[in-house]
């Protein structure tokens, strides 16, 4: 599961876990980015902070792990090199499946190699507040969709925005996400 994870919060980690019940994956490994390769409207948060607070978040799930590939790989992140270094790793036997929002997968034809991308490992694109998954459809050409899995999850209407909105105005940001990263932001002085 790709993010910039600025920060996680418990929408990315209910995503992961019912993907990980409904699909029984061995594991979910977080991939936090390195340089988002499309250009934020903000300023992005240094990896390190991100890394930390997605291991922050996600240390108490035994099937949860926290991968620095893309972070520690100089320049953008693409998820077509992050796909091909996984796909080396756990070898040809290996089922890989990429874990987006409904969001994220309705842009995908603007990701690099999206076509090279589609063919080497399923998606499982999960259901989020306000995206309307009938667009899947309307956007994506069919070759796309056979390769595409939705998954209608529980709503849960956070996002890294809001979070980052809330600690700037000095709104609490608790139960949004785990009380650890909560102290993550507080004790570095985040978002501010
Ligand atoms: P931002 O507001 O900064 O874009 P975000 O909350 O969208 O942050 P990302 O790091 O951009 O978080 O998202 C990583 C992945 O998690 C994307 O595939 C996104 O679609 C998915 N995702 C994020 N929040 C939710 C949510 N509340 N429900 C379902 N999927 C989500
Ligand atoms: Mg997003």
Redesign the pocket.
């Known amino acids: ?6 920060p996680i ?1 418990y ?2 980690l209910l ?1 992961a876990e019912e993907t990980r019940y409904r699909f029984a994956l061995s594991k979910v490994i977080f991939v936090p980015c390195g340089v988002p390769p499309h250009k934020k409207t903000y300023e992005v948060t240094p990896a390190e902070h991100r890394y930390s607070m997605t291991v922050l978040a996600t240390a108490s799930n035994h099937s949860f792990f926290v991968s620095r590939v893309e972070i520690d790989r100089p320049g953008p992140s693409y998820a077509v090199d992050t796909v091909k270094i996984f796909r080396q790793q756990f070898g040809e036997g290996s089922e890989l499946f990429f874990i ?5 997968v309705l842009e995908i034809l603007t990701w690099k190699s999206h076509d090279e991308l589609i063919r080497l490992c399923r998606f499982i694109a ?1 259901t ?1 507040p306000g995206y309307d998954a009938q667009k899947l459809k309307e956007k994506l050409p069919p070759y796309y969709l056979n390769s595409i899995d939705l998954l209608v ?1 529980p709503g ?6 809001m979070i980052r909105e809330r600690v700037r105005k000095g709104e609490p940001i608790r139960y949004l996400t785990p009380d650890t990263v909560c102290d993550y932001i507080f004790k570095h002085g985040l978002y501010k």
């Open positions: 599961m790709g993010g910039t994870f600025d919060h929408g990315h995503a987006t929002g409904l969001d994220a999960v989020r999850i849960i209407d956070i996002s890294s925005t």
